[in-house]
């Protein structure tokens, strides 16, 4: 394909996009394909010779569209939005067209200096304290990693080391036998902690660097956030087991309800029990927001970062509903050279004056992956087309929808009982009903609402995903994809009522 060509596909490309979107509501939202579908209709071999674009593109309209679930439709409704945009598109395409692997500095300097620039820009949006600033008093910073999961393995990593390091501290520098060995003896007795509502990332992350994990109760009562009381108690009997907690992910917006945890109280805890240089080893906190925290562009919601200045590091997800399309996960850290120690490589390829004279920042040592991309083209695209005030609409749109969903959940107490929310515009709810006047068991109502979920994801006029909280079977409804309006929003509680008055008047 020459440049000529190029031109030719690429404007039919984004015509088929742009025909894509505009037709996205009338598509069936999850694919109902079968397992294996494509295997049945593809070649068993790669083409021997080229194929001409148009009929490329025939084939993807085809044969891939099918098995496609739609994301962006505002009848996807499900776990949280992966949202995007048209800038966000057009600085992927041109993020493609600079390609390079972009691991240190040299490789392309406007690469590493765009994405430290605009994750400062973020971070005064997002009202985050002053130490997770580039330019900030602790020595911190931002870096963009792929996904939330990324995030957590990273900074997991992080925190180990540095717990390794400062409780070995005492080991002559020169004795690096020493040191291994103390290491190796101490990580069996590691304990990684987050709360049980806490996102399988956290133990994931803890599998991957080899330490226990452990799961903080959390309940009905608390509105399924993890208290310091609570942090407070399995502390103290790890420790009493002589296990050593060295990391905690608190979170803002838990998957299934979208509960914030007792920041102030856990950092109170800690304070008082794992304090830095204490005897027991600091506890490093990691926070997070994947999905809720770009609810901190909005000052109403910026109390929530009230306590991040005494934890360790922060991430939320762009691509979920800041209009950058995935991926594109955020991530600042209070002091970066915990993340430059454990992951910092240095081999006499990579040497460049700039390097060696500390003059610039190689991202590579903030992270997993030795190569990165240029995501932060995409985010500068959509900062600058939208404007701060427009992701602030953006976000309290799909807020207001979910009040309103919430209301008329709230007008049918017949049919329906919200179980949480709406907190950052997902509501949490079951079906009410069964057996005289109400009086059917939890099993029972848990069935009924399964009963009504699966017939609607059955249909497939609407998408939705469903969870467990404390016992009950609940449908979860996150009206926060990009072209959801209240409308649709109305229509869904329409097609919701209408299974669940079916369901009901066979039970």
């Known amino acids: ?115 430290t620039i605009v994750m400062d820009w973020l971070a005064k949006a997002f009202a985050l304290p002053p130490c997770y600033l580039s330019t900030g008093p602790t020595g911190g910073g931002g870096v963009i ?21 400062e409780a070995t501290s005492h080991i002559p520098a020169d004795d690096e036998e020493a ?78 309800t979208c509960a914030v945890d007792d920041m102030e109280g856990i950092a109170s805890v800690l304070a008082e029990l794992a304090p830095p240089g204490g005897p027991d080893g600091e506890v490093w906190v990691h926070v997070d927001a994947a ?23 922060y991430n939320t997800n762009l691509h979920k509903w800041l209009l950058v399309n995935f991926d594109c996960s955020a991530v600042w850290v209070r002091d970066r050279r915990h993340l430059t120690a454990a992951l910092g490589v240095s081999l006499a390829i990579l040497r460049n004056p700039h390097t060696d004279a500390g003059l610039v ?64 515009a997902l509501t949490v709810f079951k079906l009410v009903g069964g057996g005289e006047k109400g009086s059917a068991t939890l099993e029972a109502q848990n069935a009924l609402t399964k009963t009504m979920y699966d017939a609607v994801v059955e249909e497939g006029r609407i998408f939705l995903s469903s969870t467990v909280v404390g016992g009950v079977f609940a449908i979860r409804h996150n009206p926060a994809t990009p072209f959801v309006e209240e409308h649709h929003v109305r229509k869904h509680f329409e097609i919701l009522t209408e299974a669940a008055e079916k369901v009901l008047s066979k039970a």
């Open 1 to 115: 394909m020459d440049s000529k060509q190029f031109r030719e596909a690429a404007v039919s490309s984004i015509d088929d996009i742009v025909k894509y979107y505009d037709t996205i509501e009338e598509r069936r939202v999850v694919s109902n394909v079968e397992p294996g579908y494509l295997r049945k209709i593809l070649p068993e071999e790669a083409p021997q010779t080229g194929e001409a674009w148009a009929d490329i593109q025939k084939d993807l309209e085809a044969k891939i569209v099918p098995g496609l679930t739609h994301w962006q439709s505002p009848n996807f409704l499900a776990w949280f939005p992966s949202s995007s945009s048209f800038p966000a598109m057009l600085g992927e395409m041109y993020s493609t067209a600079f390609t390079g692997a972009a691991f240190n500095w040299i490789c392309s300097p406007a690469v590493t200096e765009l994405e």
């Open 145 to 165: 990693h792929g996904t939330a999961s990324e995030a957590i393995a990273t900074v997991l990593v992080a925190a180990r080391d540095k717990y390794l390091r």
């Open 179 to 256: 040191r291994e060995d103390a290491w190796a003896e101490r990580r069996g007795k590691l304990v990684a902690l987050g709360s049980a509502a806490t996102h399988s990332a956290t133990k994931k992350a803890a599998q991957i660097a080899g330490v226990r994990f452990r799961a903080v109760p959390v309940h009905a009562a608390d509105g399924y956030r993890m208290t310091g009381s609570e942090l407070r108690r399995v502390i103290l009997e790890l420790r009493a087991r002589g296990l050593e907690p060295f990391y905690l992910t608190a979170t803002l917006g838990t998957t299934d």
């Open 291 to 313: 999905y809720a925290g770009a609810a901190l562009i909005c000052p109403e919601h910026q109390h929530h970062a009230a306590a991040f200045d005494k934890f360790h590091s």
């Open 361 to 424: 920042t190689d991202y590579r040592d903030w992270q997993i992956p030795f190569g990165r991309r240029f995501r932060s083209l995409k985010v500068w695209f959509v900062l600058r087309t939208y404007g701060v005030e427009g992701l602030r609409a953006h976000v309290r749109k799909h807020i207001r929808h979910a009040e309103v969903f919430a209301g008329l959940l709230g007008a049918r107490p017949d049919l329906f009982e919200i179980v949480t929310g709406p907190r950052f």
